[in-house]
């Protein structure tokens, strides 16, 4: 993304707002926007934070060219005193955001924008479009890994993605949630995902015969020999093939890695394959299945007892297909006045598009003896947790419900990403990134991870910032 200009990838409002906020004095009043999701797609228990270094990329490389004043202009409804603006743009505010790689929830502010009205609010589209996108491919990727409980995940939707930067960007969300690597060879150069893959169907077809294919394929790779076995038929030519050859491979002092199968009943194939090879005397070898996977095909097919070493996970994986929108949105919740931020609301008769006003700090409380993390808490930005004594938590949804919170830690999980505009934050690279969501999702109980029904994760609200947003729903709604 650093090579390429991004600016104007916005929505159009974003500049007619703020064409009409110099107009009217207001450009550089400074407010609040946190960016935040409602709800885990899928219904399930926890999402993961994503997308973050390309945020930070596209805010390092914000400026406008000529050619882009010029396009402007030429719209005919900008004043020129805001295309000098734009000209002469310097991004100044201050941004805090959660890591990557960290399991997040409903109304958590992933991204936190404090500065002038026009800056905050024109980078609106592009920092929902990089983590509403990636943290929708992570979630998805962390919850087909849990489903393979343990075997490797590749992520091979790259022809499926929608565009190229789907394709890149998507693998590199899947590989931070946990898959072992990506058919995408691109994003292995630029971001390290490791890049994966054997042949297709067409490399078998180019030969003569299927037992051809196999011996020419073992020729150029014999310390890595994954064949697909099933271009014609799994059980009468396919595995029986791949027997022959893996049997020349290690008379020639060669382990076969395995065969992959790619379609038809996934469970029986497994099965039989498994048999077959274990009887030929090549127990080592693997099996991986491939063939439009997602994390309730793979729990069935293992429930059911299916025999099986790693996973190819494709359109479903890269589109999201179940549920292929994050729903991130970006929200005003503190304008300046007389040097001193006044909490901003929005209302709505849909209760859950009500926001939660005020620059805030967000907390994750940990249990001392387990290390799991029992709780979030969102308070005023001045407030601090006192982790030495017990806290009450409520859940917002069920006020009758709470617990009260003895023996932990408490974390603010924001960092500092932009200080009046400067970076002062480093990304990790996305192999490290992985490694720390590893960490944090075994943070989680098993009970929050499951598909089905999962536990509600508390958020709560202080007393102080509860009082802030009940005061302002009172003093509207008269």
Same mark, same amino acid.
């Given at each position: 993304?650093?090579?390429?200009?991004?600016? @104007?990838?916005?929505?159009?409002?974003?500049?007619?707002?703020?064409?009409?906020?110099?107009?009217?004095?207001?450009?550089?009043?400074?407010?609040?926007?946190?960016?935040?999701?409602?709800? /885990?797609?899928?219904?399930?228990?926890?999402?993961?934070?994503?997308?973050?270094?390309?945020?930070?990329?596209?805010?390092?490389?914000?400026?406008?060219?000529?050619?882009?004043?010029?396009?402007?202009?030429?719209?005919?409804?900008?004043?020129?005193?805001?295309?000098?603006?734009?000209?002469?743009?310097?991004?100044?505010?201050? /941004?805090?955001?959660?890591?990557?790689?960290?399991?997040?929830?409903?109304?958590?502010?992933?991204?936190?924008?404090?500065? =002038?009205?026009?800056?905050?609010?024109?980078?609106?589209?592009?920092?929902?479009?990089?983590?509403?996108?990636? !943290?929708?491919?992570?979630?998805?990727?962390?919850?087909?890994?849990?489903?393979?409980?343990?075997?490797?995940?590749?992520?091979?939707?790259?022809?499926?993605?929608?565009? !190229?930067?789907?394709?890149?960007?998507?693998?590199?969300?899947?590989?931070?949630?946990?898959?072992?690597?990506?058919?995408?060879?691109?994003?292995?150069?630029?971001?390290?995902?490791?890049?994966?893959?054997?042949?297709?169907?067409?490399?078998?077809?180019?030969?003569?015969?299927?037992?051809?294919?196999?011996?020419?394929?073992?020729?150029?790779?014999?310390?890595?020999?994954?064949?697909?076995?099933?271009?014609?038929?799994?059980?009468?030519?396919?595995?029986?093939?791949?027997?022959?050859?893996?049997?020349?491979?290690?008379?020639?002092?060669?382990?076969?890695?395995?065969?992959?199968?790619? !379609?038809?009943?996934?469970?029986?194939?497994?099965?039989?394959?498994?048999?077959? @090879?274990?009887?030929?005397?090549?127990?080592?070898?693997?099996?991986?299945?491939?063939?439009?996977?997602?994390?309730?095909?793979?729990?069935?097919?293992?429930?059911?007892?299916?025999?099986?070493?790693?996973?190819?996970?494709?359109?479903?994986?890269?589109?999201?297909? !179940?549920? =292929?929108?994050?729903?991130?949105?970006?929200?005003?919740?503190?304008?300046?006045?007389?040097?001193?931020?006044?909490?901003?609301?929005?209302?709505?008769?849909?209760?859950?598009?009500?926001?939660?006003?005020?620059?805030?700090?967000?907390?994750?409380?940990?249990?001392?003896?387990?290390?799991?993390?029992?709780?979030?808490?969102?308070?005023?930005?001045?407030?601090? /947790?006192?982790?030495?004594?017990?806290?009450?938590?409520?859940?917002?949804?069920?006020?009758?419900?709470?617990?009260?919170?003895?023996?932990?830690?408490?974390?603010?999980?924001?960092?500092?990403?932009?200080?009046?505009?400067?970076? /002062?934050?480093?990304?990790?690279?996305?192999?490290?990134?992985?490694?720390?969501?590893?960490?944090?999702?075994?943070? @989680?109980?098993?009970?929050?991870?499951?598909?089905?029904?999962?536990?509600?994760?508390?958020?709560? @609200?202080?007393?102080?910032?509860?009082?802030?947003?009940?005061?302002?729903?009172?003093?509207?709604?008269?």
């Amino acid at each position: 993304m650093n090579d390429r200009n991004l600016t @104007l990838l916005t929505d159009f409002y974003e500049l007619t707002m703020g064409n009409g906020y110099l107009e009217n004095g207001m450009g550089d009043i400074i407010c609040c926007f946190d960016l935040y999701f409602r709800r /885990v797609p899928d219904d399930g228990g926890f999402a993961v934070m994503c997308g973050l270094e390309q945020a930070m990329d596209y805010i390092k490389n914000l400026h406008f060219t000529d050619e882009d004043i010029e396009f402007l202009r030429s719209k005919k409804i900008f004043s020129e005193n805001f295309l000098k603006y734009l000209a002469d743009f310097k991004f100044v505010c201050d /941004v805090w955001a959660i890591p990557e790689g960290t399991p997040v929830f409903p109304n958590e502010p992933l991204i936190t924008v404090k500065g =002038p009205a026009i800056q905050a609010q024109f980078v609106e589209t592009m920092l929902l479009l990089c983590i509403n996108h990636q !943290s929708l491919i992570a979630t998805k990727a962390a919850r087909i890994v849990k489903a393979a409980d343990g075997r490797p995940v590749m992520e091979f939707g790259s022809r499926r993605a929608q565009g !190229s930067d789907g394709a890149i960007y998507g693998a590199r969300a899947s590989y931070i949630a946990g898959c072992s690597g990506t058919a995408c060879t691109i994003s292995d150069k630029e971001m390290g995902t490791p890049a994966l893959g054997t042949m297709a169907h067409s490399w078998v077809q180019m030969f003569d015969s299927e037992l051809e294919a196999f011996r020419a394929y073992a020729r150029c790779y014999p310390d890595s020999c994954m064949l697909l076995v099933d271009t014609y038929n799994v059980l009468r030519s396919g595995i029986p093939n791949a027997i022959t050859v893996f049997g020349e491979l290690k008379a020639a002092g060669h382990s076969p890695a395995g065969i992959r199968i790619d !379609s038809g009943d996934i469970t029986y194939l497994s099965k039989k394959a498994r048999k077959m @090879l274990d009887d030929a005397g090549f127990p080592e070898a693997k099996i991986c299945i491939s063939n439009s996977l997602d994390e309730y095909i793979i729990e069935d097919i293992l429930r059911q007892g299916a025999k099986i070493d790693s996973f190819g996970v494709g359109e479903r994986l890269i589109t999201s297909r !179940s549920e =292929p929108v994050f729903g991130g949105v970006y929200k005003l919740t503190a304008v300046e006045k007389n040097g001193e931020l006044i909490p901003k609301i929005k209302l709505s008769e849909n209760v859950a598009k009500i926001t939660t006003p005020d620059l805030k700090e967000l907390w994750r409380f940990y249990d001392n003896r387990t290390g799991k993390a029992i709780a979030d808490l969102l308070t005023c930005k001045d407030e601090t /947790v006192d982790d030495s004594k017990p806290y009450t938590i409520f859940d917002p949804d069920h006020p009758y419900k709470k617990k009260t919170v003895t023996d932990f830690t408490a974390k603010k999980l924001q960092v500092m990403i932009f200080d009046k505009g400067e970076c /002062v934050y480093t990304s990790p690279s996305a192999p490290e990134i992985r490694e720390y969501c590893a960490r944090q999702l075994d943070t @989680l109980w098993d009970e929050v991870k499951r598909f089905e029904n999962p536990h509600a994760y508390y958020v709560d @609200l202080s007393e102080k910032l509860w009082k802030k947003k009940n005061e302002l729903l009172d003093m509207l709604s008269r």
